[in-house]
């Protein structure tokens, strides 16, 4: 098992505007699912109904995924915010 050790740490995970990233992936997959509306009897013929609800499915996970971003989003600053009281807290003399 030794050849399968990481030889290295894994590198910090990159942030970014996680929330955006997610409501407009969201906003895609209903677009999508909009859009195939058209094309349903097309799709019922061919016994590809499957590809039609395709994307509904993924903007209903979408929209699960926005909660836990948005959530995830609040925790982090409020941690941020206690780590920053907690410093001011440190450097203040006591009286």
Known sequence: MAKWTAK?????????????????GTIIWFVIF??????????A?????????????GAGLGLIGIWYVRG??????????QQAADADAARTPAS
């Open 72 to 81: 995830r989003d609040a925790a982090l600053k409020r941690h941020a915010a």
């Open 45 to 57: 013929d061919r016994d590809l109904t499957w590809w039609y609800w395709t994307p509904l499915a």
């Open 8 to 24: 290295h740490e894994a590198p910090e995970p990159l942030e970014g505007p996680v929330v955006g990233t997610v409501v407009g």
């Open 34 to 43: 909009l859009a195939q509306a058209a094309f349903y009897g097309w799709f």
